[in-house]
């Protein structure tokens, strides 16, 4: 049995209702106004009425604080507040009024400045609750009914339509489903399960309606497990102590120390007054909150919602980043990676086919089929008598032709060169989209979900930050993950993860060192609260990842967190040099009052000198750090969204150049001489002009931002290798008119050449869009 005396329980009862979110600014405004007509009556001759508004700031000063102190005591830590509660009873004991006001102002701003920092802090999962199904269809031998879903029992036949989530784990009874799986794997490509293959609970299904047999309940169902394991992941995060109390330990038995000691050797109370008025922590309790308000604000103005002053203050601590795939390092969204045109076919006129005959379906990867001929601007036709089969593609008529596009059939025949987009979409992790046209395989769209433009440079920025261990956790398969990790240079990956296996990845890497996780998904949320600091990417990612993190990037850019990393950490260091600095002077003047050198009024005066340099400080985090992100002036902004639009506009002419290699390897005859020819006609009519704009147009305007023209110089030897290989080319051109054919002895060099170039076009195309594109909000 609990027995609680009905003091401590009307003591709690009082600090509760002291302490509220209302609170802090309604005391700074006593305060100020307080101190501000004890001045007035000060100055028109009234010493006893300004004694008495100084002694009614102060006094409504001391409840709040004692209910403050009594609140950190309960919790089993004594704050910097109690220094304060002191000082303020010493100075209305000892009759030094003005003291104790500027004293109570001083508190009553530091605690507005950090409710500000924390007001944000929101760790509810209520939208992941929310997505969770109530009820399911089951289907009886009296029809198909609505039940609840705490209903369902493990073998209760389900009917799942379009576009509904799995209610509860199970087993496929149709012939096939079509599954949108990316809440729990991250995943954004659309699986297909046939009969029999086992279902989670919280997928989505992307075709048509088919039949589950439930082989679990709800509670034991995987979205149910994930909803636990956000819940207590989220629990054991325990609370960001106060920067301050991290120095109190120390300071408070030091303060009370030196006042007494002053007391007893000069038998004066108000010496030792005056010792606790200048030891009032305002450094501390102002230093730490301005600081992590002025990196809150930095970081909002880029896009960066961080929940509270701890989150920052972690931030800035952290050592090690765990990042998933999908969404984060990648576009989270596929995207054309080549055409493949089988023989008589352009690889041009085959994505407008696909993307003609597309236009009408709702699959992702159509979508990228379509929004890629878009972006270059071909011409669609509109298709007629379309059909779509849920995991086999779409069929129609396209300016006369029976056209389909989707999957080939496992006895459809696939000539020599279907064959080699089987071997390439293995190699590249790519996804494969089969054009046929008339019955008859006529090309090929490779897609993949391909990185961000500025992963790399973000993850170099991190390692700059002070993180020192990058993994990534993903849901993907080993062999993709494993490439992608290699590109970025990270130091781990762990592939094929659930979100139970995300948490206890998430949990190890906690026992080494301060961890961030940063993910956009469903299935990262649980990963996401078991982080010290958790990071959503808010722009297109989960509602749920985003209640669940710390940390919320609402652009849909992951250099942002690289910003956020360096703005904690400045921020950190801005608010420890303030808080020591502050502590310094303090001491200072505690060693000038015990000598009798500081009267309490004049150490309140002093304290408010201190103060202020204290702020002045830490409002530095205010400031922009140009040496993690350089300025860009609103020119080069402009050429660099013109220039990168245009590398979407010359994936064609880069296909051309590897589609007219492979036709030289294939058969080098007239036909293979006439795609050079078109591929020549490209480069010179398009891909020249651009390279030679960019070099006299939007290099010069990045110089100044980059450190000079040295910082391109690189690139600029790029554009040189790219010319010399065209002007190759063409050489090759002009000797074949001359002998009207290609001789053999020129084939192995031209190859050579169209494979060359490819190589450079395509790595100086990334390095492009990795090191000067992704410099543009």
């Known amino acids: 049995m609990n027995h609680r005396s009905p003091h401590t329980a009307g003591l709690r009862r009082l600090s509760a209702a002291v302490v509220s979110p209302r609170l802090e600014p309604v005391l700074l405004t006593v305060t100020a106004a307080a101190l501000t007509s004890g001045g007035i009556a000060w100055l028109i001759g009234d010493g006893s009425l300004a004694d008495r508004f100084w002694g009614l700031g102060t006094l409504s000063a001391v409840v709040p604080a004692v209910a403050w102190v009594l609140s950190a005591l309960r919790h089993g830590h004594a704050g910097v507040d109690l220094i304060a509660v002191l000082a303020l009873a010493g100075t209305l004991a000892v009759h030094e009024y003005l003291a104790g006001a500027l004293i109570a102002l001083m508190l009553a701003t530091g605690r507005t400045l950090e409710a500000a920092a924390q007001r944000r802090a929101s760790h509810d999962l209520r939208t992941l609750l929310e997505r969770a199904p109530r009820s399911a269809r089951r289907r009886t031998d009296a029809g198909v009914a609505t039940v609840p879903l705490a209903e369902v029992t493990a073998g209760d036949l389900l009917v799942v339509g379009p576009g509904e989530v799995v209610p509860v784990d199970g087993r496929v009874e149709s012939v096939a489903a079509v599954l949108d799986e990316s809440v729990l794997t991250g995943e954004p490509l659309q699986v297909e399960r046939a009969r029999d293959e086992m279902v ?18 709800e509670q034991d169902s995987t979205y149910a497990g994930i909803v636990r394991l956000a819940q207590q992941a989220g629990a054991e995060s325990a609370p960001v102590v106060r920067l301050a109390d991290h120095y109190a330990a120390w300071f408070f038995p ?7 000691l002053a007391w007893l050797i000069s038998g004066s109370a108000v010496r030792a007054v005056a010792v606790l008025v200048v030891a009032t922590p305002c450094p501390l309790l102002l230093a730490a909150p301005v600081a992590i308000v002025s990196g809150l604000s930095r970081a909002s103005r880029l896009g960066v919602v961080i929940r509270d002053g701890g989150a920052l203050e972690n931030l800035g601590r952290a050592r090690t980043c765990l990042l998933d795939k999908t969404g984060t390092l990648t576009r989270g969204r596929p995207r054309v990676l080549d055409v493949t045109a089988a023989p008589g076919l352009t690889p041009k006129e085959a994505l407008r086919l696909a993307a003609s005959l597309d236009q009408y379906s709702p699959h992702v990867l159509a979508q990228a089929i379509v ?6 601007r071909l011409q669609l036709s509109v298709p007629s008598d379309v059909t779509e089969e849920p995991g086999r593609g779409a069929t129609g008529t396209v300016d ?6 989707g999957r080939l059939g496992p006895a459809d025949a696939r000539p020599t060169w279907a064959r080699a987009v089987d071997n390439r979409a293995l190699l590249d ?28 440079r973000t993850l170099r920025l991190l390692r700059a930050a002070g993180i020192q261990r990058l993994l990534m956790l993903t849901g993907d398969r080993s062999a993709p993950a494993h490439e992608v990790a290699t590109v970025l240079g990270l130091d781990d990956v762990r592939a094929e993860l659930g979100p139970a296996d995300k948490v206890a990845a998430v949990r190890a890497e906690r026992e080494r060192a301060i961890t ?3 993910g956009d998904g469903v299935n990262d949320a649980p990963a996401l609260a078991a982080a010290d600091i958790g990071v959503a990417m808010g722009a297109r990612g989960s509602t749920a990842s985003s209640e669940a993190a710390d940390i919320v990037l609402t652009t849909d850019r992951v250099d942002r967190l690289a910003d956020a990393v360096t703005i904690a950490g400045r921020a950190r260091r801005i608010a420890v040099q303030s808080a020591l600095g502050g502590m310094l002077m303090s001491l200072a003047a505690m060693a000038a009052a015990a000598a009798g050198l500081l009267p309490p009024a004049a150490g309140a005066l002093l304290q408010e000198g201190i103060d202020v340099a204290v702020i002045l400080n830490a409002l530095r985090a205010l400031h922009v750090d140009h040496a993690t992100r350089p300025a860009i002036t609103p020119a080069a902004e402009a050429l660099i969204h013109r220039f990168a639009a245009e590398h979407d506009e010359l994936q064609d002419v880069l296909e051309a150049v590897r589609a007219a290699a492979d036709r030289l390897s294939d058969a080098p005859g007239p036909a293979a001489l006439a795609a050079v020819e078109e591929t020549h006609r490209l480069l010179t009519e398009r891909l020249l002009p651009h390279e030679h704009a960019e070099e006299h147009e939007l290099y010069p305007a990045l110089a100044p931002t980059l450190g000079g023209p040295e910082a391109t110089a690189t690139m600029s030897r790029a554009h040189t290798e790219i010319e010399r290989l065209s002007r190759r080319i063409a050489t090759h051109l002009q000797l074949a008119r001359a002998d009207g054919r290609l001789a053999p002895g020129q084939l192995d060099d031209l190859r050579s050449c169209l494979y060359g170039l490819n190589t450079v076009l395509r790595l100086h195309f990334t390095q492009e ?3 000067y594109f992704s410099l543009a909000p």
């Not at 048509?208 to 309940?217: H, N």
């Not at 006369?400 to 596009?405: A, E, F, K, L």
């Open 769 to 771: 869009e990795e090191n």
């Open 200 to 217: 989670r609970s919280g997928v989505v299904n992307a075709g048509g309606a088919f039949e589950l047999r439930a082989t679990a309940t």
């Open 371 to 376: 929004d890629t001929a878009r972006e270059r």
């Open 516 to 518: 961030v996780m940063v």
């Open 429 to 456: 992790g790519a996804a494969v989209a089969w054009l046929t046209v008339d019955g008859r395989p006529a090309g090929a769209v490779l897609l993949r979900d391909p990185l961000r433009h500025d992963a790399p």
């Open 400 to 405: 006369g032709h029976r056209v389909s596009i």
């Open 254 to 260: 030091l303060s009370l120390s030196v006042a007494g």
